[in-house]
């Protein structure tokens, strides 16, 4: 039997291509094994804002009882939102209902200048400002996690690999937060 060096040639083409397919492989299991982990990430921080809500509705019902319509919603949209297992997607459609039934109720409350006094309502407002900061930094670490996994996933030769073993899409969470600022918080007298 003859050595040609066209076998050895095919042959090492071959072990290179066997090479790269498990490579890149391996690379799409990482990260999407990433993605459900910095999912939860943000899981933790919405049960922390579920949380919230309840105290924050209670402030203002002691302050604005006649605005039953804006506290009903805004406690049935959280009891939603924690029932909420689907899809990200689907979490997605019923975090923003959320996010404007909280945007409502502290719109609400600027109209009532003893609440907006209240030395709890501050301090609920504030930690509700910090919840969102944490939710977005969140959904960015898990927006960048679904990014790389997409960037490998769609792009050529590797969309192959992942066609060829059914690793599917993956989708990004967008969602605004509820209240963007700190109010302020003087409590002097």
Known sequence: MENSPGLWVVVALLVVLLIYIAA???????????????????DTELIRRYELIPN???????????????????????????????????????????????????????????????KNFLVLQEELVNTEDRIQAARRFYNGNVRDYENIREGF????????????????FNVDPAVREAPETSFDS
């Open 24 to 42: 890149t492989y391996n690379s799409l299991v990482v990260l999407r094994n990433h993605i459900p982990e910095s999912w939860s990430n943000i």
């Open 56 to 118: 924050l509705v209670a402030a203002v019902k002691g302050y604005a009882a006649h605005e039953r319509e804006t506290l009903e919603r805004v406690v049935e949209l959280r009891n939603t939102c924690m029932a909420d297992h689907g899809s990200v997607h689907h979490q997605e459609g019923t975090e923003r209902q959320l996010v404007l039934a909280l945007r409502q109720l502290l719109a609400v409350a600027e109209d009532y200048p003893d609440l907006q006094a209240s």
């Open 157 to 172: 030769p590797s969309n192959l690999v992942a066609g060829l073993f059914g690793f599917g899409p993956h989708d990004f």
